[in-house]
C-alpha cells in the first residue's frame, strides 16, 4: 500500500484547508516514526498543490515523536509547546476525548486477508446459536465494508443470505474530534467507507448504546450484550484487553488478522481479572495512596483527580498526586511511603503490570470499590474514567465506625477516622505524621522504634522513617571538603583507591 493512501494524505490536506488552520502538529508513534518524513513532505507538497497557494504557503508542519504519556492519546501539552492549531494523530488511538486541541486521527491501514476473516466470520456466525457482534481495531476500520461484501458471496457459495444471519458490526465512532463539543465527537466519518456507518439490520432502532476503544453500536430494547458473541478483528493488544475486561461476560473470540488464525482461547486475558481483584483487597488496606496523573489531554482527568481526592479523604486516607509521566518501578520506587497509587489515564493505558512495582496500580474504578465502604464488585468492568464521574459519583456518607474485615490480613482491621487526620492547623500539613503513626513501622531486632521523636512537619517525618537519606551533607563546614578519586580501568580489573587529596 502507498504512503498517500496509507497515511491519507489527500483527506488530511483537505482538513487543514478547510479549516484555515497555520500550525500544525504531526503526532506519529515509535513505530511510525521512520515514515514521518515521508508524510510531511508528502503533506507539504499536496498542500502548495492547492489553487489558493497564497493561504497554503505559511502552512507550518511539525513532527512530535515520545510522547510524555501513551502515544495512543493525543499529545496537546506537546503540541502547545509549539502553539499549534490542532493535531494529526497516526496510528493506534483510543479516541479518548481531547480539552484544548481539535485532532484528525489517521488509523492507517494495517494488511488483512478479507477472503480468509470473511470466511471464518460466516462459519462463526451458521454454528454459533448467538447472535453475534464484530468490533475490530481501528486500523482494520478499511476493510470492513469488503468484509461484508466478502461475506454476502460466502453465504451465496452456501445457498444462504446474510439477511437471515444475526450479525452486527460496530461503527467507528470518528474520525475529527472537536474539544468544544465536551466529549462529543464529531459525527464525520470522513474518508471511511459508507459500510461503516450503520450496523446492519440495526436501522434506527431505539436500545442500548455501547461504546470502546473509539467503537460504538446500539442493540436493540430487551437485549444485552451478554447474549451476543463478540468477534474481534485485530491483534492482541491493550484495545483487545479493554474489550475482554469490559465485557468479560460475554463469550470471546478473535480473529489474528496477521496469522489469519481463529482465537477461541482468551482465558490469559480473562486471569487479569482476578489479579485485578486482588489489587482491589489489598488496596482496601492501603494508608497512604499516591494519585498518578497518566494523561494532561483527556477531557474531565482534572474532574477525576479531584474526584479521587475527595474519595480518599472520605475514606480516612492521604492522597497526594504525582505527575511524573510514564511510570516505572524506578520512578515509583522513590515514594515508599505509598502503599498504592491510582493511575488516571485513557482505557487502553490504565491497566499496569504492578508485579515488578514496590506498590499495587489500580485504575480509579478499583479505587471506587477498595475506598467506598460497603461498596461490592458485582463483576462489571470500567475502564474509562468519564463513564465514572457520571456513573459512579461519590457520595457522602456518615463515617462507619465498626472494623472492617481484611481478606489479606485474615482479621478485622479499624480505618482512620477522618477527624484525627485532620490537623489543628488549617493547612494540614501534619496530617501524613498521624496518618502513619498506625503503620507498620521499623524496627530492630529487639522490637524497638529505630526512630523515636515526635516529627513537626511531613518531611521531618519521612526523613526520619526513611532507611535512605542521600548524600550527607555538612552545611555547617564552610571549608572545601576532600574528595576521593574512585577506581578506574576496566570492569575485569579495577585499581584500589587512591590517597585522598585537597581541593
Sequence with gaps: ?????????????????????????????????????????????????????????????????????????????????????????????CLSPTSTLPALFVFGKAPISVSDCAENLYNQVSTCAKPVMVLFGLEYAHAIHDIKVALDIESSRSQG???????????????????????????????????????????????????????????????????????????????????VLTFNGCEIVRYDAAENVLVTDVSHQRRILKRRYYLVEKAKDANIIGILVGTLGVAGYLHMIHQMKELITRAGKKAYTLVMGRPNPAKLANFPECDVFIYVSCAQTALL??????????????????????????????????????????????????????????GYVEDYDSEEIIEENGDGTLALVKATEKAPRVVDKDHQL????????????????????????????????????????????????LLPKIL
Design 161 to 243: 443470505s446474510t439477511s437471515r444471519l444475526e450479525l452486527y458490526f460496530a461503527d467507528v465512532i470518528c474520525s475529527v474530534m472537536n474539544p468544544s463539543e465536551n466529549s462529543k465527537p464529531s459525527n464525520g466519518n470522513v474518508g471511511l467507507d459508507d459500510g461503516l456507518t450503520a450496523n446492519q439490520g440495526s436501522g434506527n432502532a431505539i436500545g442500548t448504546q455501547y461504546s470502546i476503544g473509539g467503537l460504538s453500536w446500539i442493540l436493540a430494547e430487551g437485549h444485552t450484550i451478554q447474549e451476543y458473541l463478540l468477534y474481534w478483528v485485530g491483534a492482541d493488544n491493550a484495545a483487545f484487553a479493554n474489550a
Design 1 to 93: 500500500m502507498d504512503l498517500e493512501s496509507n497515511y491519507e494524505i489527500a483527506r488530511t490536506a483537505s482538513f487543514i484547508r478547510s479549516r484555515n488552520f497555520t500550525r500544525v502538529a504531526l503526532q506519529f508513534p515509535d513505530e511510525l516514526l521512520k515514515d514521518s518524513t515521508r508524510v510531511a513532505r508528502a503533506l507539504r507538497d499536496k498542500l502548495r498543490s492547492s489553487e489558493d497557494n497564497a493561504s497554503d504557503k505559511d502552512i507550518g508542519l511539525y513532527v512530535m515523536a515520545d510522547t510524555a504519556y501513551g502515544s495512543c492519546c493525543v499529545d496537546e501539552v506537546g503540541a502547545s509547546h509549539m502553539t499549534a492549531d490542532c493535531v494529526i494523530h497516526y496510528g493506534h488511538t
Design 353 to 410: 503490570d504492578s508485579k515488578e512495582f514496590l506498590a499495587p496500580v489500580i485504575t480509579p474504578f478499583e479505587a471506587m470499590l477498595a475506598f467506598s465502604r460497603g461498596s461490592q464488585w458485582t463483576g462489571a468492568y470500567v475502564m474509562e474514567f468519564q463513564s465514572l464521574m457520571t456513573s459512579f459519583p461519590v457520595e457522602v456518607k456518615g463515617q462507619l465506625e465498626e472494623a472492617r474485615f481484611s481478606f489479606l490480613q485474615g
Design 450 to 497: 529505630v526512630t523515636k521523636g515526635s516529627a513537626k512537619s511531613g518531611a521531618e517525618y519521612f526523613a526520619a522513617h526513611r532507611s535512605y537519606h542521600g548524600l550527607d551533607i555538612q552545611s555547617n563546614n564552610s571549608l572545601p571538603e576532600p574528595f576521593l578519586i574512585g577506581r578506574t580501568g576496566k570492569a575485569s580489573g579495577t585499581q584500589d583507591f
